[in-house]
């Protein structure tokens, strides 16, 4: 079974707010977008969005496997 690509992918603070209906309108807004992922996570001071890019460069896959190769 292949491990998911995205994992321990950073993700980055995009706006907080006070009520989740709030962060929920933000990331509806934000989701529309088809190449990034779009999450609110609940904290100790409101609610947070956050984001990172779904897209998986090729680059980065590339240079794994050839150290895989070279073990």
Partial sequence: ???NS???RP???VARFSSFEEADKKRKQLSEDKDTQVKVKKTDSGFTVKVRSAVVEQDIEQKTSKAKRQK
């Fill in 6 to 8: 995205l994992y321990g």
């Fill in 1 to 3: 079974m292949e491990a």
């Fill in 11 to 13: 993700w980055t603070d």
